[in-house]
């Protein structure tokens, strides 16, 4: 059978999410209000409520077809960024974008490079397009046997840039990156696309845009008309609407015209548009999931590191963690009969490292009892 697979998805591992809390419900009888889930960066305050209200209204009108050009969205979009409704592309998902993006530019002989370790699906689509993927290692924090000083991954923007061809098609970039919170300075930024040639399309992947709280965080929509470059961004964290699936990219009129031919016509549904328009203006609910997000972070840190655990602090709604060489996969399962799931980031190529989001106070506080509850800290 594996033979009626294409030769190039033939290796692919399937993309494997963070476990769903029905998952546990169904393996180890827990209830599923007696469960959190602090394992796929999702907003722990829910929706907004004005979003919730809008579907409300709306769900009559879901024996219709959803409008194929997100007018009224786009338009929305268009004018928070000060930008025309043509650079805009929505997507089912940014996941789906990153798919549009290689379907659109990605010949089967072209390459792209994506740094290590980052967003899995960046590897994924890449494979299923035939292309060849050129991995550029990220600096390595001294905590990871590394001679990096910081505390956290760092782009190695000059490694990058050395490893493109005349093959080279797509860069990705997190900003911030999943799962090692690395991002580039706006001077990182500028010294990075003045080099970069403009036939390579760099995707800047903005997924936690929204909690970057820092001076010198870059903003590559800046430059969308003098370089190539595609800036994703999502409604799936900080406006919490993940379970609906939309997401968009910023991008010259130029490029948006060449990945609206490959898009399907109706792949942002009705009423994701609808609550993605109302979550936009609920700035009262984009705020308070800013200030929970900065409160847990802050709190997860401190506790985290008096229990004696490593810490790759982010600058989004996750850290990295690990504990004195036990491995991340154990620390993941040693959770699960207490109804705690978190991200095992053994996949990502870091199997002494899990990855946490920061949940609501009630939700870091159960993380923190239950890791003590587990001597995590005492006589391990
Ligand atoms: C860096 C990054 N990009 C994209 C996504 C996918 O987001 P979406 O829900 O918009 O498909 C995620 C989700 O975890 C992510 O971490």
Not at 2 to 14: C, F, M, T
Not at 28 to 35: N, T, Y
Request: charged letters at 30%.
């Amino acid at each position: 059978m594996r033979k009626l697979a294409r030769k190039k998805i033939r290796n692919i591992k399937p993309y494997k999410p963070g476990k769903p809390i029905k998952e546990l419900e169904r393996e180890l009888g827990i209830s599923e209000r007696d469960i959190i889930k602090l394992a796929s960066n999702e907003n722990p305050i829910g929706p907004s409520p004005r979003a919730i209200k809008a579907i409300r209204e709306s769900i009559d009108l879901i024996h219709r077809y959803p409008d194929g050009s997100s007018f009224y969205l786009k338009k929305k979009l268009a004018s928070k960024l000060r930008l025309k409704p043509q650079n805009i592309i929505l997507g089912n998902g940014s996941d789906e974008i990153i798919d549009i993006v290689t379907k659109a530019f990605l010949e089967e002989d072209e390459e792209a490079i994506i740094s290590e370790p980052s967003f899995l699906e960046y590897r994924i689509i890449v494979k299923t397009r035939g292309a060849r993927i050129k991995a550029s290692p990220m600096e390595l924090p001294s905590v990871l046997g590394g001679k990096g000083s910081s505390r956290r991954f760092a782009y190695n923007i000059d490694d990058v840039l050395r490893s493109i061809t005349r093959k080279t098609k797509l860069i990705f970039i997190g900003n911030p990156d999943n799962p090692t919170g690395s991002y580039l300075t706006k001077k990182e930024l500028a010294y990075f696309l003045k080099k970069c040639p403009k036939k390579v399309i760099v995707v800047f992947d903005e997924a936690y845009r929204e909690f970057v709280d820092k001076r010198d965080y870059s903003n590559p929509i800046d430059f969308i008309d003098k370089h190539s470059v595609i800036i994703l961004r999502t409604f799936s964290k900080a406006y919490g609407l993940a379970g609906l699936r939309i997401g968009y990219a910023v991008t010259s009129e130029k490029l948006a015209g060449w990945m609206e031919r490959v898009r399907q016509p109706f792949n942002v549904n009705l009423l994701a548009q609808i609550a993605a328009e109302s979550a936009l203006d609920d700035k009262a609910h984009l705020s308070k999931t800013k200030a929970v997000i900065k409160k847990g972070r802050e709190y997860l840190e401190k506790d985290l590191k008096r229990l004696g655990f490593d810490i790759i602090k982010t600058p989004a709604n996750f850290l990295l963690i690990s504990y004195r060489g036990v491995k991340g996969t154990d620390l993941f399962k040693s959770l699960l009969p207490y109804g705690v799931i978190i991200r095992d980031m053994k996949v990502y190529g870091l199997p002494a490292w899990v990855r946490v989001n920061v949940g609501t106070m009630d939700e870091n506080r159960r993380l923190i009892k239950t890791l003590k509850r587990l001597n995590y800290g005492v006589s391990r």
